[in-house]
């Protein structure tokens, strides 16, 4: 039996919010997955992250989550944390 465990948190931020709110997360560290799903709930962007993504690697998502809190002005942030 694993000693990790899962869980999940939701956040509502509005567009312009929604930068800031990620890198406060992964600034916190153990979050393994972020989504991003837009006020009726579909998904606009998943991204899973690993102890090694850091960096370079992540410039591209930046630029998406970017792009995104410039169209939507409500989202819900979903964030999948690894927990002992």
Known sequence: MSKYHTGTEEFRVNGEELV?????LLHEGNVRRIIIKD?????LIEVPLTL??????????????????AL???ATVVVEKVEQ
């Open 39 to 43: 006020k009726e709930g579909r998904t």
């Open 52 to 69: 090694g993504v850091v960096g370079a690697l992540l410039v591209p998502v930046w630029a998406a989550i970017g792009a995104i809190a």
């Open 72 to 74: 939507v002005a409500e």
């Open 20 to 24: 800031a709110k990620i890198k406060q």
